[in-house]
């Protein structure tokens, strides 16, 4: 791949890809680790004619967390992931004001398919049929998990007393 279309794709992509990776595995170490990685395999195999770098990157991004995080599991003898959020973490600082915070701590307590599928998205700006590559799913079954995910927030913002986001 070429220096400069990697330069490019890193200062377009890199920090959306960060706040996804953040939102997966909870841990900015292991997540800034899966974002070079997530270059490095760009640079060894990204192919500069391919039609959508974008969602190619996110799918490489993803299944590197997944990897990582069984790893992480094993090597932990079993015990299981903490889905908790620390709030005290770098995606909270970033949270700076109370609305975000607040839908961030709403998204934390949906099913994690639909908290994927709206973290890509809203944060990640991917389009339904980009977010179907992703995940290895239909568009339709990602419109139809984003129309739920929505649902489900809306009540759990509701229940918190705080505003519609819509």
């Given amino acids: 791949m070429d220096e400069k279309l990697l330069t490019q794709l890193y200062r377009m992509y890199s920090r959306e890809l960060l706040l996804y ?5 909870h841990d900015a170490p292991l997540a800034e680790d899966l974002l070079q990685e997530t270059f490095l395999k760009a640079i060894l195999s990204l192919n500069a004619a391919h039609t959508n770098m974008r969602a190619w990157l996110y799918t490489v991004a993803r299944n590197l967390c997944f990897n990582a995080v069984k ?3 094993r090597e932990a003898q079993g015990r299981m992931l903490d889905h908790e959020y620390n709030l005290n ?3 909270d600082q970033l949270l700076d004001e109370e609305r975000d915070h607040a839908l961030y701590m709403a ?8 908290r994927e599928v709206l973290v890509l998205q809203y944060f990640g700006g991917l389009n339904q049929k980009e977010i179907a590559h ?6 339709e079954n990602v419109r139809m998990i984003a129309h739920r995910g929505r649902r489900e927030l809306k009540k759990i913002l509701e229940k918190e007393g705080c505003y519609d986001l819509s």
């Fill in 21 to 25: 990776l953040i939102s997966l595995c």
């Fill in 71 to 73: 790893k992480r599991d």
């Fill in 89 to 91: 973490s770098p995606l």
């Fill in 107 to 114: 998204l934390n307590q949906l099913e994690h398919r639909k």
């Fill in 134 to 139: 992703v995940l290895g799913i239909t568009a």
